[in-house]
Nanobody, 134 residues
């Protein structure tokens, strides 16, 4: 049984940092692209960042580039999202998701549309709230 469990969410002030974890079980990270999505109240879910552990490749949305860092730990089968310089507009429910990808280079080297296409991701976590407010 595949499970993705997010943790580390909470409330932070603008300008601070927060680190989310996505504990993955039932699959091996190397065979998957793991992404972070988020959904703010009244808005559609959007892709934030993703990683291919086997390639060591990452990708970020323009809204978080330079502030967020995604990483993967094969030993613990966990993916992290380190969020820095937090802004109120980062307030959302954050989800991690997994897509089995046999040729991840094609996702990261070609057109980037598949990286944040929700329909490409078979497995999802339950989501965790992040609130940025003073």
């Amino acid at each position: 049984q595949v499970q993705l469990v997010e943790s580390g969410g909470g409330w932070e002030q603008p300008g601070s940092s927060l680190k989310l974890s996505c504990a993955v079980s039932g699959i091996v990270l190397d065979g998957y692209v793991i992404a972070w999505f988020r959904q703010a109240p009244g808005k559609e879910r959007e892709g934030v960042s993703c990683i291919s552990a086997i390639l060591g490749r990452t990708y970020y949305s323009d809204s978080v580039k330079g502030r967020f860092v995604v990483s993967a730990d094969d030993a613990s089968n966990t993916v992290y999202l380190e969020m820095g310089s937090l802004k109120p507009e980062d307030t959302a429910v954050y989800y991690c998701a997994a897509a089995q990808v046999h040729y991840p280079a094609g996702w990261f080297d070609g057109p980037k549309g598949r990286l944040f296409d929700e329909f490409e991701y078979e497995y999802w976590g339950q989501g965790i709230q992040v609130t940025v407010s003073s």
